[in-house]
């Protein structure tokens, strides 16, 4: 690598680091020591490619996007998190509410498999359309949307509680009213 190159690499490490973090943290299921691991994987993959890559955070986002479902295809058993104590639940409409919410989140998300989490991050995190998550996880549009679906029942299922803890609850949503409506000339 020659030293424009390596500085170039350098930049978009400092710049972009923190972002692709994130992603890989949501990937991982809260994991920051795992998340770390798998960023630092795919920045090291890339930095071998660098000078024939022409969008660096999307080809970087697909290496996270792939090695996370190379490990959730292994047979490997999840470590557990242990916890000294159990955190209080409880819900306030202080600013605590917003990291309750995220803390909550964080959790559900956790207890999803890797392929299940995967889905989600890329569809909602990464807002990415279905067509595009079938392709970089290898599958049909059809896995995606009964994955996303199967996905979503089951972070209800396991915290029924971010319905009370987000700010548009459940009562609050509007109704949707699809009966016909009379329209004159």
């Not at 969008?55 to 295809?73: D, K, N």
């Not at 989490?117 to 890329?122: H, I, N």
């Not at 595009?132 to 059809?142: I, K, M, N, P």
Request: proline share 5%; hydrophobic share 40%; aromatic share 6%.
């Amino acid at each position: 690598m020659d030293a424009e190159v390596q500085e170039d690499f350098r930049e978009f490490v400092a710049n972009r680091s923190s972002a692709l973090l994130k992603t890989a943290v949501l990937l991982s299921g809260g994991d920051r020591h795992a998340a770390e691991d798998l960023l630092q994987n795919a920045l090291i993959k890339a930095a071998g490619r660098w000078h024939r890559i022409d969008e660096p955070e999307a080809y970087v986002r697909q290496i996270l996007y792939r090695q996370q479902v190379s490990r959730w295809r292994l047979k490997w058993p999840r470590r557990e998190l242990s916890v000294p104590e159990l955190p209080e639940t409880g819900s306030g409409t202080d600013a605590s509410s917003a990291a309750e919410l995220r803390l909550v989140m964080r959790a559900a998300l956790a207890r999803l498999t890797a392929r299940q989490r995967t889905v989600l991050v890329l569809r909602y995190f990464e807002d990415l359309p279905e067509a595009d998550v079938a392709r970089l996880l290898g599958c049909s549009v059809g896995t995606v949307r009964s994955t996303t679906h199967r996905s979503l029942a089951r972070l209800r299922d396991l915290a029924p509680e971010l319905a009370a803890l987000g700010p548009a609850g459940a009562e609050q949503q509007p109704s949707r009213d699809f009966s016909p409506v009379e329209v004159r000339p």
